[in-house]
């Protein structure tokens, strides 16, 4: 019965669709007759009811002692369905906020290194997407590039809001550049290794994670993730040895 088809949709359980089926067919009634015409226990048609009068889809009434339950107008059903969408809406939120924490306890290959392969600008914003969250969520407050003037302009546009989000969530960057141009932009330190040569590579490391960007034979930007707190440590311990000297 495609009636019933909804109701499931709502969410509502076999039991509870046949009850409140029964109850809409009878009108008023008890739990027996509703239990009766429903093949439910009387136990659980009650729990049902009393469910489902939460919900504003049945009431009760009280006649000579007698308690009875009765549907409300069908239309209530809308009501549960805005319910449900508030409900949603509410847990999305709550899953946005816990997404960067469950995905720093989310233990990809055991302590092996991991790694991961991005194309083309939609790839190039992920990978710096991940760049945010994983700081976000270790709590740490600095990482470290060494940037490339020859792929500076081309990630920036693949990601046009990065720096702004970065900023806004109190994350530093300290960046050893090769190649002329390039400045800073707020809560980043800058130092430059040569601004007569550029290099094809721009390096990212943070928290457990390296990053790399670069652009493959037909010339499109591709980029590389590797997780490893070993490897990513030795590349820290090289960078602040450079900026230390720069």
Same mark, same amino acid.
Not at 205 to 229: L, R, S, T
């Given at each position: 019965?495609?009636?019933?088809?909804?109701?499931k949709?709502?969410?509502?359980?076999?039991?509870e669709?046949?009850?409140?089926?029964?109850?809409l067919?009878?009108?008023?009634?008890?739990v027996?007759?509703?239990?009766?015409?429903?093949?439910?226990?009387?136990?659980?048609?009650?729990?049902i009811?009393?469910? %489902?009068a +939460? $919900?504003? *889809?049945?009431?009760?009434?009280?006649k000579? #002692? !007698?308690?009875?339950f009765?549907?409300?107008?069908? &239309?209530?059903?809308?009501?549960?369905?805005?319910k449900?969408?508030?409900?949603?809406?509410?847990?999305?939120?709550?899953?946005?906020?816990?997404?960067p924490?469950?995905?720093?306890?989310y233990k990809?290959?055991?302590?092996?290194?991991?790694?991961?392969?991005?194309?083309?600008?939609?790839?190039?914003?992920? %990978?710096? +997407? $991940?760049? *945010?969250?994983?700081?976000?969520?270790?709590? #740490? !407050?600095?990482?470290y590039?060494?940037s490339?003037? &020859?792929?500076?302009e081309?990630y920036?546009?693949?990601?046009?809001?990065f720096?702004e989000e970065?900023?806004?969530?109190?994350i530093?960057?300290?960046?050893?550049?090769?190649?002329?141009?390039?400045?800073?932009?707020g809560?980043?330190?800058?130092?430059?290794?040569?601004?007569?040569?550029?290099?094809?590579?721009?390096?990212?490391?943070y928290?457990?994670?390296?990053?790399?960007?670069?652009h493959?034979?037909?010339?499109?930007?591709?980029?590389?993730?590797?997780?490893?707190?070993?490897?990513?440590?030795t590349?820290?311990?090289?960078?602040?040895?450079?900026?230390?000297?720069?």
């Amino acid at each position: 019965m495609p009636m019933l088809a909804v109701l499931k949709k709502l969410g509502l359980s076999d039991k509870e669709v046949a009850v409140y089926a029964a109850l809409l067919a009878l009108g008023s009634s008890s739990v027996r007759q509703i239990a009766d015409a429903a093949k439910v226990n009387r136990g659980t048609t009650y729990d049902i009811l009393k469910s %489902l009068a +939460a $919900d504003g *889809l049945v009431s009760q009434i009280s006649k000579d #002692k !007698k308690h009875f339950f009765a549907a409300e107008d069908p &239309a209530r059903l809308k009501t549960l369905v805005s319910k449900q969408q508030n409900q949603l809406e509410e847990l999305s939120g709550e899953l946005k906020e816990k997404i960067p924490s469950l995905q720093s306890l989310y233990k990809r290959g055991g302590d092996k290194p991991v790694v991961r392969y991005f194309e083309g600008s939609r790839g190039i914003h992920a %990978l710096l +997407a $991940d760049v *945010l969250e994983v700081m976000v969520a270790s709590g #740490k !407050k600095l990482y470290y590039v060494y940037s490339s003037s &020859a792929l500076r302009e081309e990630y920036r546009a693949a990601y046009p809001t990065f720096t702004e989000e970065r900023i806004a969530k109190k994350i530093k960057v300290n960046a050893i550049a090769m190649g002329p141009g390039g400045a800073t932009s707020g809560l980043d330190e800058r130092k430059w290794l040569t601004q007569d040569e550029t290099s094809p590579t721009y390096t990212l490391i943070y928290a457990g994670h390296m990053a790399h960007i670069a652009h493959d034979a037909a010339g499109q930007m591709v980029g590389v993730i590797i997780q490893n707190e070993a490897m990513y440590e030795t590349h820290k311990l090289i960078f602040e040895a450079l900026w230390k000297k720069l």
